[in-house]
């Protein structure tokens, strides 16, 4: 957890991509990930998220109708325009997909880094009952670094739960990220409570990606946002257009504001953070990071 300023590392420019998405249509999905990656890079942003499954779109029917049998590659061609973007503007690219899993599927995040490097593939630990049919969950927590920024990763559902957070913080993250698909209604008046509420309770930044339109029945509400530390927006892409979100994560900040905001200290050690989880009958994810 830092709590002081780390002279190792600068400023890091992140943005959240809201976009549109056509169902199961990869190549579509990729050029026009690709294009926003080019407009992040040319405002010199370094982490890009998109929503959940950006790249095959949230429509239940194509999904269940189409996997396992069409879950995308984390490493095939059909994502080189994708990661020809991040490597000419160098940018890393957290882009949502639905990977084989033995024999079914996941929900996955691709980190897609600077170099056009499949860098991580993380897996929802959390299932809604809707999903539970086509996907199985995955058990590892997933921490990506960039530029010497600990950036956790959650995929929508997962951020239901305050514990994955928090699991996330203490360990170390200084920002969570996490693509969603939440629709008009109660959907996104939950969206608008979870992702504040999970940046002012671990005192670190948080970056939340959504889709904007109809795929389907569903119609989604956009409201991609990056929060500061304490809760507060930092950028927001609204509910009307898609684009990009842009906000700088500032150590400086991070480190007054633990210091203001003392929740993790208070808490405790993560082993014993662990044990409270575990004991309400809960687990304590498995984790993995990478460096990109």
């Given at each position: 957890m830092n709590t002081k300023s780390n002279p190792n590392r600068t400023p890091l420019r992140v943005a959240v991509a809201q976009m549109q998405a056509r169902p199961g249509d990869v190549a579509h999905n990729v050029a026009v990930s690709a294009s926003l990656v080019r407009a992040a890079g040319e405002q010199g942003v370094r982490v890009l998220q998109f929503p959940e499954l950006s790249l095959t779109g949230y429509e239940p029917g194509w999904l269940k109708a189409s996997l396992p049998a069409q879950a995308v590659d984390p490493y095939?061609?059909?994502?080189?325009?994708?990661?020809?973007?991040?490597?000419?503007?160098?940018?890393?690219?957290?882009?949502?997909?639905?990977?084989a899993f033995g024999q079914r599927a996941a929900i996955s995040a691709l980190?897609?880094?600077?170099?056009?490097?499949?860098?991580?593939?993380?897996?929802?630990?959390?299932?809604?009952?809707?999903?539970?049919?086509?996907?199985?969950?995955?058990?590892?927590?997933?921490?990506?670094?960039?530029?010497?920024?600990?950036?956790?990763?959650?995929i929508c559902y997962d951020a239901s739960f305050p514990e994955h957070a928090r699991a996330a913080a203490l360990a170390g993250a200084d920002a969570y990220l996490c693509g969603g698909g939440f629709v008009h209604g109660d959907s996104d008046y939950r969206r608008s409570v979870y992702f504040p509420a999970r940046a002012l309770e671990n005192t670190f930044y948080v970056l939340f990606a959504n889709f904007l339109g109809q795929q389907g029945s569903w119609n989604f509400s956009g409201g991609s946002a990056i929060y500061g530390p304490n809760g507060r927006p930092l950028a927001e892409a609204g509910n009307q257009e898609t684009g990009i979100a842009i906000a700088d994560l500032d150590d400086e900040v991070l480190a007054v504001t633990r210091k203001q905001l003392t929740m993790l200290q208070d808490v405790g050690e993560p082993s014993t953070a662990h044990l409270s989880v575990s004991g309400q009958g809960g687990y304590v994810p498995r984790s993995t990071a990478c460096v990109v």
């Amino acid at each position: 957890m830092n709590t002081k300023s780390n002279p190792n590392r600068t400023p890091l420019r992140v943005a959240v991509a809201q976009m549109q998405a056509r169902p199961g249509d990869v190549a579509h999905n990729v050029a026009v990930s690709a294009s926003l990656v080019r407009a992040a890079g040319e405002q010199g942003v370094r982490v890009l998220q998109f929503p959940e499954l950006s790249l095959t779109g949230y429509e239940p029917g194509w999904l269940k109708a189409s996997l396992p049998a069409q879950a995308v590659d984390p490493y095939g061609r059909e994502l080189d325009v994708l990661r020809d973007a991040c490597r000419t503007w160098q940018v890393t690219a957290i882009a949502g997909a639905p990977t084989a899993f033995g024999q079914r599927a996941a929900i996955s995040a691709l980190v897609i880094d600077d170099q056009g490097r499949t860098a991580a593939v993380c897996h929802k630990q959390h299932l809604e009952v809707q999903e539970r049919d086509v996907f199985v969950p995955g058990t590892e927590s997933c921490t990506v670094s960039v530029d010497n920024w600990q950036l956790a990763v959650g995929i929508c559902y997962d951020a239901s739960f305050p514990e994955h957070a928090r699991a996330a913080a203490l360990a170390g993250a200084d920002a969570y990220l996490c693509g969603g698909g939440f629709v008009h209604g109660d959907s996104d008046y939950r969206r608008s409570v979870y992702f504040p509420a999970r940046a002012l309770e671990n005192t670190f930044y948080v970056l939340f990606a959504n889709f904007l339109g109809q795929q389907g029945s569903w119609n989604f509400s956009g409201g991609s946002a990056i929060y500061g530390p304490n809760g507060r927006p930092l950028a927001e892409a609204g509910n009307q257009e898609t684009g990009i979100a842009i906000a700088d994560l500032d150590d400086e900040v991070l480190a007054v504001t633990r210091k203001q905001l003392t929740m993790l200290q208070d808490v405790g050690e993560p082993s014993t953070a662990h044990l409270s989880v575990s004991g309400q009958g809960g687990y304590v994810p498995r984790s993995t990071a990478c460096v990109v």
